[in-house]
């Protein structure tokens, strides 16, 4: 049973049979749209804008009045449980996220706090709600958070990073230490899901950026693992429907095999890997959602209805791929380049789809 | 036949028998060590420094002075053709390469020069001469350069670059103008690295920095099918000594088994990559070069042994493992923990080699 009006984006997830690819696009509510910039301005700062709920849910439906994108997402920053715990993040111009108090020490650690999203987040969860009400059932809502992994990484270097230098300093000298914090943020990161499920998100994402900079090994032992205990302890139903889940890592090509035993529905790929490969290579145990490289959005409207044929052509015939960018939209992109790429979704996916029984 | 005193680093990428695992390190020479800094500063700048082949060669020299290095790596830069085919290279603190002028029109491609290495590379070839000459057999020493698709990214993006805009522009936009330059390129590398061959180098090594930035299939069209074509122009003998190939793709972790069909005598594996499952897939068909994470070098000395003798473990029994870090090492590491790693696969090693016959 659902009450969506278009469901294909959760049936995909869940591989049930569909009749076209549905898509959607990593940071579609975002600076490549002058809409989006106009709120962003009227919101004096970025996170002004995501601890206001209708702003917030103003840039979140925006896209979806230009394009017909299968799905909405959350408009929201990975880092809101970091900042939610204490760290203070913010924002400067050119820099990406910082925080005001990075953990320094093993007492930061050990005294980081479990946020309740109820008071902590209340933001995001009432910012979801709202976004579910306004949707009035036409297409799914995808909750997400940063993965464990990923928000360990800014926490401890600060910021955005180069090397890593001091995360993995932490993993290599001090790795209880290291488990103890992702076992936290493992946590909070499945209390903050659930708490978006049952606000209304029909489906959720964990990012988990910057798994791809670790050894195989060190994937496995310190991003993989709290990926797996975020999946353990989410609820896999809500009011009678099944809330599906996707894991992406960015770089991770290597390890989805790994990956698809992680319990989720499906994986995001970045467009490094092929995804005919994929496919073969994680056979049906998961869905799989991309890929095409945000960089070919500068291409030609023709060269992209090619790109997005050929990824379309590379995962072949049947349910289980979600059309995506391999990455966020980058923030000068022509919109009419992304209605080239959800047009070309339309017309060319239908083949590659069997009659619904 | 050959002539050197230690010769393990050539056997091994030829996959001779061996008593113990090699090692050197990507920029060996460089900023870490005190004795660099100081002649780099004497130099003034870092082109000054490169193309001065006496203080070159000294800066080759100086790592092997500390450490026992299997091999000695020509101190030069990766974009040393692009320089010598009129682009003006130059460094900015902090900002890394650039060129005062890159490649933004058609034209600019169709008149690039083909440089002659005996006379635009002079200065490279005459410290690669020293070097051979000062080493006196005692290691052999590689020669190198940047891959066609490695280069080309900086010719068209006039410098680094974060998205690669440009010049996946140029690849979409005007596929056969990006062979163009690519098959200029290659001509111009394989003569360039024979020129060092034929100087002195008794290896030679392709970083292909940026190739994995691309799909697959743009990976095996743009920048691999190049590196083949390198390989194909490549002296393979000279002076009756078999000079070894190494293939280096940053990211390349997942086309492994095409990057062991394109002809070279090893893979440079990142430190992402598990060295036993690439052993694994690539087979008998090449050694492998790797892979310790260059972050894993400011842990303790302890950590370091740890890494280096799981790496070996992976790597597993009998030739064809040279260690190296899976990335250059970076500017701010304590030469005591570069000395631990060296120490580490002298002593654990011989463990993984048979007695020689």
């Known amino acids: 049973m659902t009450t969506l009006t278009n469901d294909t984006f959760i049936r995909t997830l869940l591989r049930q049979p569909v009749d076209r690819t549905p898509v959607w696009m990593m940071r579609q509510a975002g600076r490549y749209l002058p809409e989006y910039r106009h709120i962003r301005e009227q919101a004096g700062s970025f996170m002004a804008l995501c601890t206001n709920p209708e702003l917030a849910c103003e840039v979140t439906l925006q896209p979806l009045r230009r394009f017909a994108f299968d799905a909405a997402i959350l408009f929201s920053d990975i880092l809101t449980i970091p900042d939610a715990m204490g760290l203070g993040l913010y924002?400067?111009?050119?820099?990406?996220?910082?925080?005001?108090?990075?953990?320094?020490?093993?007492?930061?650690?050990?005294?980081?706090?479990?946020?309740?999203?109820?008071?902590?987040?209340?933001?995001?969860?009432?910012?979801?709600?709202?976004?579910?009400?306004?949707?009035?059932?036409?297409?799914?809502?995808?909750?997400?958070?940063?993965?464990?992994?990923?928000?360990?990484?800014?926490?401890?270097?600060?910021g955005s990073s180069k090397n890593f230098q001091k995360v993995k300093g932490l993993m290599y000298g001090q790795p209880q230490l290291m488990h103890l914090l992702l076992d936290k943020l493992a946590r909070a990161v499945a209390d903050y899901l659930n708490a978006q499920i049952m606000a209304g998100a029909q489906a959720v994402m964990l990012f988990d950026t910057w798994g791809g900079l670790l050894t195989t090994e060190d994937y496995s032992d310190f991003s993989l693992r709290y990926a797996k205990?975020?999946?353990?302890?989410?609820?896999?139903?809500?009011?009678?429907?099944?809330?599906?889940?996707?894991?992406?890592?960015?770089?991770?090509?290597?390890?989805?095999?790994?990956?698809?035993?992680?319990?989720?529905?499906?994986?995001?790929?970045?467009?490094?890997?092929?995804?005919?490969?994929?496919?073969?290579?994680?056979?049906?145990?998961?869905?799989?959602?991309?890929?095409?490289?945000?960089?070919?959005?500068?291409?030609?409207?023709?060269?992209?209805?090619?790109?997005?044929?050929?990824?379309?052509?590379?995962?072949?015939?049947?349910?289980?791929?979600?059309?995506?960018?391999?990455?966020?939209?980058?923030?000068?992109?022509?919109?009419?380049?992304?209605?080239?790429?959800?047009?070309?979704?339309?017309?060319?996916?239908p083949d590659y789809h069997h009659p619904l029984a």
Not at 114 to 121: F, G, H, R, T, W
Not at 299 to 318: D, F, N, R, W
């Open 91 to 158: 924002f400067t111009e050119g820099e990406g996220p910082k925080f005001k108090h990075p953990l320094q020490t093993a007492a930061d650690i050990e005294k980081l706090p479990q946020p309740d999203p109820a008071v902590e987040l209340r933001y995001v969860i009432d910012t979801v709600s709202l976004i579910r009400k306004n949707l009035q059932g036409s297409v799914p809502l995808i909750g997400f958070s940063g993965s464990p992994w990923t928000l360990a990484t800014y926490m401890v270097e600060g």
């Open 229 to 349: 205990q975020v999946r353990a302890l989410l609820k896999t139903d809500y009011q009678g429907q099944r809330i599906p889940c996707i894991l992406f890592t960015k770089g991770g090509g290597q390890w989805l095999e790994n990956m698809a035993d992680a319990g989720y529905d499906a994986l995001g790929l970045d467009w490094q890997t092929d995804i005919r490969q994929a496919r073969h290579r994680v056979g049906d145990k998961v869905a799989l959602q991309g890929n095409l490289d945000p960089v070919a959005l500068y291409a030609s409207p023709e060269v992209i209805g090619e790109k997005v044929k050929s990824i379309l052509h590379h995962y072949g015939t049947g349910s289980g791929h979600v059309f995506n960018l391999g990455h966020g939209i980058l923030p000068d992109i022509n919109p009419e380049h992304v209605k080239a790429m959800v047009d070309a979704v339309h017309q060319y996916s």
